[in-house]
């Protein structure tokens, strides 16, 4: 039995020491970009903020904005030698290969338009409830998920969750350095730059995002001003921008829809 041991442990440490390359150059870059419009949704009194992605603008509803990336995975040649050994790596684990100079979103009609960037905030953790587009295939589980929010009595972030495997709704407190919010896309910015930096905070938490495969199963969903519907009714297109700081210009027009 210890043979068999022995025997395993060197076969790791074969495989990591030939692979320590492809860790460091498994990156992703950045490929697509795309926005919609979100509006906050109820259910069973939950606590967290849920929302529904949607392009038809409703009245009377709290309304935001959502975007997220498709990506590709900056590959090498995949390492095998003449006994096999070959090593299996999260994609994009190494972080990416992009910097992102400016994000834009804007709102626009046939004559003018409006950047909306500076106004979209965060205050608590948003919880996607429908799909969003087709590659995301998610769906909200009201009986197994967590989510942030700020108890205003305390004034302090608590962790909401709803865990089968824990009996049902915990609360506990969250560390102020650990909150998964990003209160504007500003933060946004900052932490895409250096998320694969463990050592660089910004409060957010990316305890989930660890690789290219998870930055790409993720929404950044924020929040306009309360009764924005009275400007937002002028315009019938919401676009996104977004500049690289190697000159690669992602964009997305989305046109939008009135009740």
């Known amino acids: 039995m210890r043979k068999i041991y022995f025997l395993f442990f060197a076969f790791c440490i074969s ?5 320590d390359n ?3 150059d498994n990156s992703f870059s950045l490929k697509e970009v795309n926005v919609a ?3 906050s949704k109820k259910l069973d009194n939950l606590r967290c903020l849920l929302y529904n992605v949607t392009d038809t603008i409703k009245e009377h509803k709290k309304l935001g904005v959502v975007f997220t990336f498709d990506i ?3 590959h090498i040649a995949k390492f095998s030698n003449s006994s096999g050994c070959g090593c299996a790596i999260e994609p994009g684990l190494g972080g990416s290969a992009d910097k992102i100079k400016s994000l834009k979103i804007l709102l626009k009609n046939d004559k003018n338009e409006i950047d909306i960037t500076n106004m979209l905030v965060n205050s608590e953790e948003s919880v996607l409830y429908n799909s969003f587009e087709n590659f995301d295939k998610r769906r909200f589980d009201k009986n197994d998920f967590s989510c942030v929010c700020l108890d205003k009595k305390s004034n302090q972030y608590v962790e909401y969750l709803n865990k089968n495997y824990l009996g049902g709704k915990v609360y506990r407190k969250v560390h102020s350095k650990r909150v998964p919010i990003l209160k504007n896309p500003k933060d946004f910015i900052s932490w895409f730059n250096n998320f ?3 050592k660089f905070q910004v409060g957010f938490s990316s305890k989930n995002i660890t690789s290219g495969r998870g930055f790409l199963h993720t929404n950044f969903p924020f929040w306009l001003p309360d009764h924005f ?3 937002l009714k002028n315009y019938n297109v919401i676009k996104i921008e977004v500049e690289l700081e190697n000159g690669l210009f992602l964009e997305k027009t989305r046109e939008l829809k009135m009740i």
């Open 37 to 39: 419009m979100i509006y």
């Open 229 to 231: 519907f009275k400007i």
């Open 196 to 198: 694969n930096n463990d």
């Open 15 to 19: 495989c990591t020491n030939k692979t």
């Open 72 to 74: 590709k995975i900056n």
């Open 22 to 24: 492809q860790i460091i």
